[in-house]
Protein backbone atom coordinates (compact mmCIF):
# COMPACT_ATOMS: atom_id res chain seq x y z
CA UNK A 1 0.00 0.00 0.00
CA UNK A 2 1.36 3.39 -0.97
CA UNK A 3 1.84 5.95 1.95
CA UNK A 4 -0.70 8.25 0.41
CA UNK A 5 -3.63 6.40 1.26
CA UNK A 6 -2.39 5.38 4.32
CA UNK A 7 -4.46 5.96 7.75
CA UNK A 8 -2.87 8.59 9.67
CA UNK A 9 -4.70 7.90 12.92
CA UNK A 10 -4.38 10.19 15.72
CA UNK A 11 -2.21 9.67 19.43
CA UNK A 12 -5.33 8.53 21.52
CA UNK A 13 -3.33 9.06 24.60
CA UNK A 14 -2.45 12.72 23.90
CA UNK A 15 -5.30 15.80 23.79
CA UNK A 16 -7.02 16.28 20.63
CA UNK A 17 -9.63 18.84 18.81
CA UNK A 18 -9.72 22.86 19.67
CA UNK A 19 -7.78 23.74 22.74
CA UNK A 20 -4.95 20.95 22.05
CA UNK A 21 -1.65 21.42 21.77
CA UNK A 22 0.63 19.55 20.48
CA UNK A 23 -1.04 16.88 18.42
CA UNK A 24 0.52 13.52 17.65
CA UNK A 25 -0.72 11.20 14.34
CA UNK A 26 0.83 7.85 13.35
CA UNK A 27 0.53 5.38 10.73
CA UNK A 28 2.25 2.13 10.20
CA UNK A 29 4.16 0.78 6.36
CA UNK A 30 5.27 -2.55 5.91
CA UNK A 31 7.96 -2.47 9.44
CA UNK A 32 7.75 1.67 9.68
CA UNK A 33 6.17 3.43 12.28
CA UNK A 34 5.80 7.07 11.01
CA UNK A 35 4.67 9.63 13.60
CA UNK A 36 3.80 13.23 12.90
CA UNK A 37 3.92 15.90 15.75
CA UNK A 38 1.84 19.39 14.81
CA UNK A 39 1.96 22.61 17.23
CA UNK A 40 -0.85 25.22 16.34
CA UNK A 41 1.51 27.75 15.65
CA UNK A 42 3.10 25.61 12.49
CA UNK A 43 5.89 23.86 13.57
CA UNK A 44 5.88 19.78 13.45
CA UNK A 45 8.43 16.96 13.56
CA UNK A 46 8.27 13.69 10.86
CA UNK A 47 9.53 10.88 13.01
CA UNK A 48 10.30 7.12 11.28
CA UNK A 49 10.48 4.60 14.03
CA UNK A 50 11.65 6.98 16.46
CA UNK A 51 13.91 8.98 14.86
CA UNK A 52 13.75 12.33 13.36
CA UNK A 53 13.75 12.31 9.72
CA UNK A 54 12.40 15.80 9.10
CA UNK A 55 10.67 19.00 10.76
CA UNK A 56 9.37 22.00 9.91
CA UNK A 57 8.86 25.44 11.56
CA UNK A 58 7.77 27.73 8.84
CA UNK A 59 3.83 26.30 8.32
CA UNK A 60 1.44 28.81 9.02
CA UNK A 61 -0.45 26.80 11.09
CA UNK A 62 -1.53 23.01 12.33
CA UNK A 63 -2.65 21.96 9.51
CA UNK A 64 -0.03 23.17 6.95
CA UNK A 65 2.84 21.79 9.07
CA UNK A 66 0.63 18.61 8.68
CA UNK A 67 0.16 18.78 5.04
CA UNK A 68 3.80 19.18 4.59
CA UNK A 69 5.05 16.42 7.30
CA UNK A 70 2.62 13.90 5.44
CA UNK A 71 4.23 14.88 1.98
CA UNK A 72 7.60 14.53 3.30
CA UNK A 73 6.32 11.03 4.69
CA UNK A 74 5.46 9.88 0.99
CA UNK A 75 8.82 11.00 -0.12
CA UNK A 76 10.62 9.12 2.88
CA UNK A 77 8.38 6.16 1.75
CA UNK A 78 9.27 6.11 -2.00
CA UNK A 79 13.40 6.29 -0.56
CA UNK A 80 13.24 10.07 -1.65
CA UNK A 81 15.79 12.30 0.40
CA UNK A 82 14.11 14.98 2.24
CA UNK A 83 16.01 18.67 1.79
CA UNK A 84 14.52 19.73 4.94
CA UNK A 85 15.80 16.83 7.03
CA UNK A 86 17.59 17.70 10.12
CA UNK A 87 16.91 21.26 9.91
CA UNK A 88 19.07 22.93 12.64
CA UNK A 89 17.09 26.32 12.50
CA UNK A 90 13.53 25.07 13.22
CA UNK A 91 13.04 25.00 16.57
CA UNK A 92 11.97 21.98 18.54
CA UNK A 93 8.64 21.51 19.06
CA UNK A 94 7.38 20.96 22.55
CA UNK A 95 5.63 17.14 22.71
CA UNK A 96 3.53 16.99 25.67
CA UNK A 97 2.04 13.74 26.97
CA UNK A 98 -0.81 15.68 28.97
CA UNK A 99 -1.42 18.72 29.45
CA UNK A 100 0.54 19.57 32.77
CA UNK A 101 -0.33 23.53 33.01
CA UNK A 102 -4.36 22.86 32.00
CA UNK A 103 -6.44 25.38 33.36
CA UNK A 104 -3.41 27.65 34.29
CA UNK A 105 -3.77 31.18 33.51
CA UNK A 106 -0.48 33.02 32.50
CA UNK A 107 0.68 36.68 31.46
CA UNK A 108 4.29 36.48 29.45
CA UNK A 109 5.69 39.94 28.93
CA UNK A 110 8.74 40.18 26.74
CA UNK A 111 8.19 38.52 23.35
CA UNK A 112 9.56 40.82 20.45
CA UNK A 113 10.21 37.79 18.13
CA UNK A 114 10.32 34.11 17.64
CA UNK A 115 14.07 34.19 18.67
CA UNK A 116 12.95 36.04 22.20
CA UNK A 117 13.11 34.01 25.25
CA UNK A 118 9.83 35.11 26.37
CA UNK A 119 8.39 33.33 22.60
CA UNK A 120 10.03 30.00 24.06
CA UNK A 121 8.81 30.04 27.41
CA UNK A 122 5.39 30.91 26.34
CA UNK A 123 5.28 28.20 23.22
CA UNK A 124 6.51 25.52 26.55
CA UNK A 125 3.56 26.75 28.82
CA UNK A 126 1.41 26.91 25.97
CA UNK A 127 1.93 22.93 25.11
CA UNK A 128 1.42 22.11 28.69
CA UNK A 129 -1.87 23.55 28.31
CA UNK A 130 -1.74 26.74 29.80
CA UNK A 131 -4.28 29.85 28.58
CA UNK A 132 -1.84 33.03 28.14
CA UNK A 133 -2.47 36.88 27.81
CA UNK A 134 0.49 38.19 26.09
CA UNK A 135 2.40 41.97 25.40
CA UNK A 136 3.90 43.83 22.71
CA UNK A 137 6.44 46.75 23.16
CA UNK A 138 4.21 49.13 20.46
CA UNK A 139 2.90 49.68 17.06
CA UNK A 140 5.82 48.94 15.72
CA UNK A 141 6.15 45.67 18.03
CA UNK A 142 2.82 44.35 16.77
CA UNK A 143 3.41 43.06 13.58
CA UNK A 144 6.13 40.65 14.82
CA UNK A 145 3.82 39.68 17.94
CA UNK A 146 0.78 39.34 16.42
CA UNK A 147 1.35 36.46 14.64
CA UNK A 148 2.92 34.62 17.48
CA UNK A 149 0.06 35.67 20.00
CA UNK A 150 -2.70 34.11 17.01
CA UNK A 151 -0.65 30.77 17.60
CA UNK A 152 -0.87 30.85 21.36
CA UNK A 153 -4.62 31.43 21.00
CA UNK A 154 -3.68 34.41 23.40
CA UNK A 155 -7.21 35.72 24.14
CA UNK A 156 -5.62 38.54 25.65
CA UNK A 157 -2.88 40.49 23.63
CA UNK A 158 -2.38 44.40 24.93
CA UNK A 159 0.34 46.74 24.38
CA UNK A 160 2.83 46.82 27.23
CA UNK A 161 5.91 49.84 27.14
CA UNK A 162 6.83 50.00 30.81
CA UNK A 163 7.40 53.58 30.39
CA UNK A 164 4.03 54.51 29.45
CA UNK A 165 1.96 54.96 32.58
CA UNK A 166 -1.11 53.04 33.07
CA UNK A 167 -0.16 50.42 30.50
CA UNK A 168 0.90 47.84 32.34
CA UNK A 169 -2.17 48.38 35.01
CA UNK A 170 -4.44 48.34 32.01
CA UNK A 171 -2.82 44.89 31.49
CA UNK A 172 -3.62 43.69 34.65
CA UNK A 173 -7.52 45.56 34.93
CA UNK A 174 -8.01 43.21 31.62
CA UNK A 175 -7.03 40.26 33.16
CA UNK A 176 -8.68 40.29 36.49
CA UNK A 177 -11.74 41.21 34.58
CA UNK A 178 -11.45 38.45 32.31
CA UNK A 179 -9.87 35.64 33.88
CA UNK A 180 -10.33 36.68 37.74
CA UNK A 181 -7.12 34.90 38.46
CA UNK A 182 -3.44 34.72 37.91
CA UNK A 183 -1.45 31.43 38.18
CA UNK A 184 2.37 33.08 36.31
CA UNK A 185 3.94 35.34 35.05
CA UNK A 186 6.97 35.69 32.93
CA UNK A 187 8.66 38.66 32.94
CA UNK A 188 11.82 38.73 30.26
CA UNK A 189 12.58 42.66 29.49
CA UNK A 190 15.53 44.19 29.84
CA UNK A 191 17.04 47.60 28.58
CA UNK A 192 19.81 50.38 28.96
CA UNK A 193 20.29 52.93 26.99
CA UNK A 194 23.36 52.63 24.35
CA UNK A 195 25.25 55.01 26.34
CA UNK A 196 24.51 53.79 29.62
CA UNK A 197 25.22 50.27 28.30
CA UNK A 198 28.56 50.91 26.28
CA UNK A 199 30.23 53.06 28.93
CA UNK A 200 32.30 51.76 31.94
CA UNK A 201 30.20 51.32 35.51
CA UNK A 202 31.79 53.84 37.12
CA UNK A 203 30.68 56.65 34.27
CA UNK A 204 27.17 55.76 34.15
CA UNK A 205 25.11 59.01 34.03
CA UNK A 206 21.77 59.46 36.17
CA UNK A 207 19.40 58.78 33.41
CA UNK A 208 20.68 56.01 32.16
CA UNK A 209 20.98 54.32 35.28
CA UNK A 210 17.75 55.23 36.22
CA UNK A 211 16.34 53.72 32.89
CA UNK A 212 18.14 50.41 33.00
CA UNK A 213 16.64 49.99 36.31
CA UNK A 214 13.32 51.27 35.82
CA UNK A 215 12.54 49.09 32.45
CA UNK A 216 14.77 46.02 33.73
CA UNK A 217 13.90 45.74 37.53
CA UNK A 218 11.69 47.88 39.28
CA UNK A 219 8.79 46.49 36.27
CA UNK A 220 9.64 42.99 37.72
CA UNK A 221 8.45 44.04 41.74
CA UNK A 222 5.70 46.43 39.86
CA UNK A 223 4.44 42.98 38.20
CA UNK A 224 4.80 40.91 41.40
CA UNK A 225 2.54 43.76 43.44
CA UNK A 226 0.01 43.60 40.77
CA UNK A 227 -0.35 40.03 40.74
CA UNK A 228 -0.40 39.26 43.94
CA UNK A 229 -4.21 40.29 44.36
CA UNK A 230 -4.51 37.70 41.44
CA UNK A 231 -2.93 34.95 43.02
CA UNK A 232 -5.34 33.67 45.78
CA UNK A 233 -4.61 30.44 45.35
CA UNK A 234 -0.30 31.08 45.11
CA UNK A 235 1.40 31.06 41.80
CA UNK A 236 4.35 31.66 40.56
CA UNK A 237 6.90 34.55 39.37
CA UNK A 238 9.66 34.49 36.75
CA UNK A 239 12.06 37.01 35.73
CA UNK A 240 15.32 36.74 33.63
CA UNK A 241 19.00 37.44 34.48
CA UNK A 242 22.17 36.42 33.53
CA UNK A 243 25.56 35.40 34.87
CA UNK A 244 27.04 39.05 34.43
CA UNK A 245 25.24 39.82 37.81
CA UNK A 246 27.53 37.91 40.00
CA UNK A 247 30.73 38.28 38.04
CA UNK A 248 32.52 40.90 35.63
CA UNK A 249 31.60 39.56 32.14
CA UNK A 250 32.79 41.83 29.49
CA UNK A 251 31.01 44.32 27.88
CA UNK A 252 27.67 43.40 30.09
CA UNK A 253 28.30 46.32 32.35
CA UNK A 254 25.37 48.70 33.71
CA UNK A 255 23.09 45.49 32.70
CA UNK A 256 25.25 43.24 35.40
CA UNK A 257 24.63 45.43 38.41
CA UNK A 258 20.16 45.97 37.14
CA UNK A 259 20.43 42.14 36.94
CA UNK A 260 22.36 42.24 40.80
CA UNK A 261 19.01 44.21 41.76
CA UNK A 262 16.63 41.88 40.17
CA UNK A 263 18.38 38.69 41.58
CA UNK A 264 18.50 40.45 45.30
CA UNK A 265 14.49 41.74 44.59
CA UNK A 266 13.29 37.82 43.88
CA UNK A 267 14.87 37.11 47.36
CA UNK A 268 13.06 39.74 49.03
CA UNK A 269 10.06 38.88 47.07
CA UNK A 270 9.94 35.01 47.57
CA UNK A 271 10.45 35.83 51.40
CA UNK A 272 7.00 38.10 51.11
CA UNK A 273 5.10 36.19 49.00
CA UNK A 274 5.80 32.76 50.09
CA UNK A 275 3.72 32.57 53.01
CA UNK A 276 0.84 33.29 50.12
CA UNK A 277 2.32 30.66 48.13
CA UNK A 278 3.84 32.68 45.55
CA UNK A 279 6.90 31.46 44.04
CA UNK A 280 9.67 33.84 42.73
CA UNK A 281 12.49 32.63 40.37
CA UNK A 282 15.49 34.25 38.28
CA UNK A 283 15.93 32.13 35.41
CA UNK A 284 19.33 32.75 34.01
CA UNK A 285 19.85 31.57 30.32
CA UNK A 286 23.55 30.91 29.23
CA UNK A 287 23.54 33.41 25.80
CA UNK A 288 20.96 33.41 23.50
CA UNK A 289 21.30 35.30 19.78
CA UNK A 290 18.27 37.54 20.52
CA UNK A 291 17.46 41.17 19.73
CA UNK A 292 18.21 42.15 23.08
CA UNK A 293 21.63 40.21 22.49
CA UNK A 294 22.67 41.91 19.79
CA UNK A 295 23.53 45.30 21.58
CA UNK A 296 26.15 43.98 23.70
CA UNK A 297 29.26 44.36 21.76
CA UNK A 298 31.51 41.01 20.74
CA UNK A 299 28.24 38.86 21.53
CA UNK A 300 29.50 36.29 19.56
CA UNK A 301 32.85 35.51 21.82
CA UNK A 302 30.33 35.02 24.72
CA UNK A 303 28.67 32.56 22.80
CA UNK A 304 31.40 30.49 21.78
CA UNK A 305 33.17 30.80 24.88
CA UNK A 306 29.45 29.28 26.56
CA UNK A 307 29.98 26.40 24.28
CA UNK A 308 33.75 25.55 24.67
CA UNK A 309 34.05 25.68 28.36
CA UNK A 310 30.10 24.67 30.04
CA UNK A 311 30.10 21.11 31.13
CA UNK A 312 27.49 20.02 29.03
CA UNK A 313 29.10 21.61 25.70
CA UNK A 314 26.23 22.80 24.44
CA UNK A 315 24.50 26.09 24.33
CA UNK A 316 21.26 26.64 25.28
CA UNK A 317 17.97 27.12 23.00
CA UNK A 318 14.49 29.19 24.13
CA UNK A 319 12.82 25.80 23.97
CA UNK A 320 15.41 24.23 26.64
CA UNK A 321 14.62 27.87 28.48
CA UNK A 322 10.74 27.21 28.56
CA UNK A 323 10.79 23.76 29.77
CA UNK A 324 12.53 24.66 32.38
CA UNK A 325 10.43 27.57 33.20
CA UNK A 326 7.27 25.61 32.74
CA UNK A 327 8.32 23.07 35.17
CA UNK A 328 8.81 25.42 37.56
CA UNK A 329 5.60 26.80 37.62
CA UNK A 330 3.63 23.45 37.99
CA UNK A 331 2.86 22.15 41.60
CA UNK A 332 5.51 19.44 41.47
CA UNK A 333 7.91 22.21 41.68
CA UNK A 334 6.08 24.09 45.26
CA UNK A 335 9.06 23.78 47.20
CA UNK A 336 11.27 25.60 44.92
CA UNK A 337 11.34 29.56 45.51
CA UNK A 338 13.89 32.41 45.96
CA UNK A 339 16.52 31.78 43.90
CA UNK A 340 18.78 32.16 40.78
CA UNK A 341 17.96 28.88 38.78
CA UNK A 342 20.81 28.53 35.89
CA UNK A 343 20.05 26.90 32.60
CA UNK A 344 23.69 27.10 30.92
CA UNK A 345 24.59 23.76 30.53
CA UNK A 346 26.70 24.42 33.84
CA UNK A 347 28.55 27.26 32.79
CA UNK A 348 28.32 29.26 35.84
CA UNK A 349 30.10 26.32 37.79
CA UNK A 350 32.92 26.30 35.96
CA UNK A 351 34.00 29.65 34.77
N1 LIG B 1 19.79 36.76 25.26
C1 LIG B 1 20.56 36.39 26.26
O1 LIG B 1 21.68 35.95 26.09
C2 LIG B 1 20.03 36.49 27.67
C3 LIG B 1 20.67 35.75 28.67
C4 LIG B 1 20.19 35.84 29.97
C5 LIG B 1 19.12 36.68 30.25
N2 LIG B 1 18.53 37.39 29.25
C6 LIG B 1 17.38 38.25 29.60
O2 LIG B 1 16.22 37.72 29.01
C7 LIG B 1 15.25 38.76 28.91
C8 LIG B 1 14.65 38.74 27.51
O3 LIG B 1 15.59 39.13 26.55
P1 LIG B 1 15.81 38.36 25.18
O4 LIG B 1 17.24 37.95 25.14
O5 LIG B 1 14.76 37.36 24.96
O6 LIG B 1 15.69 39.54 24.10
P2 LIG B 1 14.43 40.17 23.35
O7 LIG B 1 14.96 41.38 22.67
O8 LIG B 1 13.74 39.16 22.54
O9 LIG B 1 13.48 40.58 24.56
C9 LIG B 1 13.66 41.77 25.30
C10 LIG B 1 12.27 42.32 25.52
O10 LIG B 1 12.33 43.46 26.36
C11 LIG B 1 11.29 44.31 25.92
N3 LIG B 1 11.44 45.67 26.38
C12 LIG B 1 12.48 46.52 26.23
N4 LIG B 1 12.16 47.74 26.73
C13 LIG B 1 10.89 47.64 27.23
C14 LIG B 1 10.00 48.52 27.87
N5 LIG B 1 10.31 49.82 28.08
N6 LIG B 1 8.77 48.07 28.22
C15 LIG B 1 8.39 46.79 27.99
N7 LIG B 1 9.20 45.92 27.37
C16 LIG B 1 10.43 46.33 27.00
C17 LIG B 1 11.39 44.22 24.40
O11 LIG B 1 10.21 44.69 23.78
C18 LIG B 1 11.59 42.74 24.21
O12 LIG B 1 10.37 42.07 24.06
C19 LIG B 1 15.97 40.05 29.30
O13 LIG B 1 15.70 40.33 30.65
C20 LIG B 1 17.43 39.68 29.12
O14 LIG B 1 18.29 40.48 29.90
C21 LIG B 1 18.96 37.31 27.96
Known amino acids: MPLQTANWEPNKEMPVGKGATVQQFFTVLGKDRFEISVAPWGEGQLKVNGQEVARTAEAKDRRQAFTTLKQAAERYARGEPLEMSKNGKARLIPTV ?103 RVVDVPLDGFLTTMHVSCWTFLRMAQLAEPLMKKGGTLFTMTYYGSRTVVKNYNIMGVAKAALESAVRYVSAELGPKGIRVHAISPGPLATRAASGIPEFDKLLEKAKAKAPARSLVSIEDVGAATAFLAHDVARLITGDTIYIDGGYHVVD
Not at 135 to 148: E, I
Not at 163 to 170: D, S
Request: with cysteine; hydrophobic share 50%; net charge positive.
Open 97 to 199: KAKLLDGKKGLVVGIANEQSIAWGCAAAFRAFGADLAVTYLNDKAKKHVDPLARALESPIVMPLDARVPGQMEAVFERITKEWGKLDFVVHSIAFAPQQALHG
